[in-house]
């Protein structure tokens, strides 16, 4: 049962656009959402958060928006730069303390030059 | 800051064989966790430690998987036998503790059981 789901196995985006990285969740006891970036060959670095309360929340070129209604959420990265280029998963907890995480299967992102 | 130290990188194995991955959290990092990433899915959980106790082990396949933190500080994951689906990336993750939502990662050791 997959719990978080991002059905974008992968995306590409001219450098300079917008990306927009999709994640849908069935659990309505998701009370807490992050996005991580993974390069090849390295653990998952933790990238933005959003709690329930919240329909959004930046951090630089990095948004993050959350129709909990819908059980989805977004990543908007804007302007889209190279070094962007990775896989990104969606995760979900249960609580703020984000300790059991239920994370997605990830969505490789190429940001073409 | 040092990062979350894994080894070994890579391993293979053969099936029925028995097989062990370290990791060597942040300093200071009370929390810990297991993350089997098998290829095309995101990771999943295994086993939580807080200090050297177990909080969360409700996914760890427990006939053939241990996992052990005696001195609360490195932690071992051990497969005993390996089975071919037991393929995957295993990734050490360490936070600060329960108020700290952001858990840190390890660049993983890759297994490939034949």
Known sequence: ?113 | EAGVAQSPRYKIIEKRQSVAFWCNPISGHATLYWYQQILGQGPKLLIQFQNNGVVDDSQLPKDRFSAERLKGVDSTLKIQPAKLEDSAVYLCASNLGPEQETQYFGPGTRLLVL
Not at chain 1, 15 to 29: A, F, K, P, V
Not at chain 1, 64 to 72: D, E, G, M, P, T
Not at chain 1, 108 to 113: A, K, Q, S, V
Request: hydrophobic letters at 35%.
């Open chain 1, 1 to 113: 049962d997959q719990q978080v789901k991002q059905n974008s196995p992968s995306l590409s985006v001219q450098e300079g656009r917008i990306s927009i990285l999709n994640c849908d969740y069935t659990n309505s006891m998701f009370d807490y959402f992050l996005w991580y970036k993974k390069y090849p060959a390295e653990g998952p670095t933790f990238l933005i958060s959003i709690s329930s309360i919240k329909d959004k929340n930046e951090d630089g070129r990095f948004t993050v928006f959350l129709n909990k209604s819908a059980k989805h959420l977004s990543l908007h990265i804007v302007p889209s730069q190279p070094g962007d280029s990775a896989v990104y998963f969606c995760a979900a907890s249960a609580d703020v303390r984000a300790e059991k995480l239920t994370f997605g299967t990830g969505t490789r992102l190429t940001i073409i030059p």
